[in-house]
């Protein structure tokens, strides 16, 4: 196909599109959860989805060389791993 012959496919890009599916799969979660339980809930694989997708885009991120992505993962990481701990804290 013409549209994939414009981007490079190597282990970088293979390493940012898994830390997207991450995210992606944290959302899917949520809503199936939600549906299930007939109210919006947010379970603790949503958090940990993200901390994993966070990490690998940071090293994404760095591997490009990419300021904004770099900037963006560490953010999302400190917020991902405090809700998850408050996540945990309010389960005990």
Known sequence: MEIFEKYQLDFWT?????????????M????????????????????????????ILFIYAIARKDIVFILT????????S???VIAIRSQS
């Not at 293979?14 to 944290?26: K, P, S």
């Open 14 to 26: 293979l390493l940012g599109l898994t830390g997207q599916g991450f995210f992606f799969l944290r």
């Open 28 to 55: 899917i979660i949520q809503w199936w959860q939600s549906e299930k339980e007939k109210r919006t809930v947010v379970p603790l694989s949503f958090w940990w989805l993200g901390l994993v997708g966070a990490a």
């Open 73 to 80: 993962a560490i953010i999302q990481s400190f917020l991902y």
């Open 82 to 84: 405090r809700n998850l």
